[in-house]
Antibody, heavy 115, light 112 residues
Framework: EVKLLESGGGLVQPGGSLRLSCAAS????????MSWIRQPPGKAPEWLGV??????????EYNPSVKGRFTISRDNTQNILYLQMNTLRAEDTAIYYC??????WGQGVMVTVSS | DIVMTQGALPNPVPSGESASITCQSS???????????LNWYLQRPGQSPQLLIY???TRASGVSDRFSGSGSGTDFTLKISSVEAEDVGVYYC?????????FGGGTKLELK
């Protein structure tokens, strides 16, 4: 069974940093593209970026809205996906989801940026 | 970026009636390979989005055949036949032809 479990969310001050993790199980992690998507309260989801699979060199793509502030990486030995978020702003407040292609999403983790 | 625009539903929808949700893209999502790069999701209250339809018209595993997707390169419809209580939530379309992937603003389905 495919499982994705996000962690690392919480309250952070504007300008601060946070690293989210997504523990994956139930599939061969290196075979799949992995994505981060966020959803501000009451709004539509926003795709943040993707890290490709082993066959495609683990390269990344980002939404221009977060490029340069957010970094996606993966630990293929521990099957963990990461999202490093820097210079956080109030508008980054959202539930953050990791996803394996479109078919599997985690339950999400809340990030609140506020002083 | 490709802009996805969704229509509204005349809520609430009577139980057992059909409902159609529309989505329009600012660029054709029809690839030269013949596939249309459009997903439909349902987000039930308090849950993560769940994939219903991919490639515009292919139902995801375990999804009821009451859900069907259709359309052209830029205009799409998700039809729900005989709406049930479990169908309540917000429906999103998403294009995966280009980066960044983009979602529509959502269409809320309420049951009468």
């Amino acid at each position: 069974e495919v499982k994705l479990l996000e962690s690392g969310g919480g309250l952070v001050q504007p300008g601060g940093s946070l690293r989210l993790s997504c523990a994956a199980s139930g599939f061969t992690f290196t075979d799949f593209y992995m994505s981060w998507i966020r959803q501000p309260p009451g709004k539509a989801p926003e795709w943040l970026g993707v890290i490709r699979n082993k066959a495609n060199g683990y390269t990344t793509e980002y939404n221009p809205s977060v490029k340069g502030r957010f970094t996606i990486s993966r630990d293929n030995t521990q099957n963990i996906l990461y999202l490093q978020m820097n210079t956080l702003r109030a508008e980054d407040t959202a539930i953050y989801y990791c996803a394996r292609d479109a078919h599997y999403w985690g339950q999400g983790v809340m990030v609140t940026v506020s002083s | 970026d490709i802009v996805m625009t969704q229509g509204a539903l005349p809520n609430p929808v009577p139980s057992g009636e059909s409902a159609s949700i529309t989505c329009q893209s600012s660029k054709s999502l029809l690839h030269s390979n013949g596939k249309t790069y459009l997903n439909w999701y349902l987000q039930r209250p308090g849950q993560s989005p769940q994939l219903l339809i991919y490639w515009m018209s292919t139902r995801a595993s375990g999804v009821s055949d009451r859900f069907s997707g259709s359309g052209s390169g830029t205009d799409f419809t998700l039809k729900i036949s005989s709406v049930e209580a479990e169908d309540v939530g917000v429906y999103y379309c998403q294009q995966f032809l280009e980066y960044p992937r983009t979602f529509g603003g959502g269409t809320k389905l309420e049951l009468k």
